[in-house]
């Protein structure tokens, strides 16, 4: 069965320093994955996803994630947190066995960011 | 371009009440369609997911229900509310593929805010 882990459900950074948001699934078959943010009383925006190709996926904001098949994992980093990066954000995942494109989630991690 | 759209924003309804929440999309055909749940300082649960119209999934049991009359409509009900069902309700469409599965995302909507007193 698909599952999905978020290591740590706060982080807090400085400003200016390294994001660094962990993820692991589990899934038996080639995984897609996705991360969102969320911000209050909002829903869930997309940040990027990776289905096939380069493991290194960029997405908005200054975010990307790598896709490490050998980890099972789908980490979420930016160089330069910015105080607007204080959000919710969650980890998916989905796979061709899913009817209807279902997707995991992730508990979430609540990003703080300190000035 | 595709969009979302849920309403109401904010709700406060007594228990025992009913319930009708509409999600409606715009700019896309035959969309696959969800209703989550999001209980504070939680991950999302997904309640129900429809592929076509008349066409609904459930995947937690509880007493809600949702239906799809229209392509692009869905609707989340409840004849009697409980306090359990407070939460953040979210909808969200994604395109649809013939056979099962899809890399598509899911797109979500600004959701609903549900109190029940």
């Known amino acids: 069965a698909q599952s999905v882990t978020q290591l740590g459900s706060h982080v807090s950074v400085s400003e200016g320093a390294l994001v660094l948001l962990r993820c692991n699934y589990s899934s038996s078959v080639p995984p897609y994955l996705f991360w969102y943010v969320q911000y209050p009383n909002q829903g869930l925006q997309l940040l990027l996803k990776y289905t096939t190709g380069a493991t290194l996926v960029k997405g908005i904001n200054g975010f990307e994630a790598e896709f490490k098949k050998s980890e099972t994992s789908f980490h979420l980093t930016k160089p330069s947190a910015h105080m607007s990066d204080a959000a919710e954000y969650f980890c998916?995942?989905?796979?061709?066995?899913?009817?209807?494109?279902?997707?995991?989630f992730g508990t979430g991690t609540s990003l703080t960011v300190i000035p | 371009s595709q969009t979302i759209h849920q309403w109401p924003a904010t709700l406060v309804q007594p228990v025992g009440s009913p319930l009708s929440l509409e999600c409606t999309v715009e700019?896309?055909?035959?969309?696959?369609l969800y209703w989550y749940r999001q209980a504070a300082g939680r991950g999302l649960q997904l309640l129900f997911y429809?592929?076509?119209?008349?066409?609904i999934s459930s995947e937690v049991p509880q007493n809600l229900s949702a239906s799809r009359p229209q392509d692009r409509q869905f609707i989340l009900s409840s004849k009697k509310l409980l306090l359990s069902d407070s939460g953040f309700y979210l909808c969200?469409?994604?395109?649809?593929?013939?056979?099962?599965?899809?890399?598509?995302?899911?797109?979500f909507g600004d959701g609903t805010r549900l109190s029940i007193l």
């Open positions: 429809s592929v076509g119209i008349g066409q």
């Open positions: 700019g896309t055909s035959n969309p696959n």
């Open positions: 998916a995942v989905s796979d061709l066995t899913l009817a209807g494109n279902q997707f995991y």
């Open positions: 969200a469409w994604s395109v649809s593929r013939t056979g099962i599965g899809s890399n598509q995302p899911q797109h």
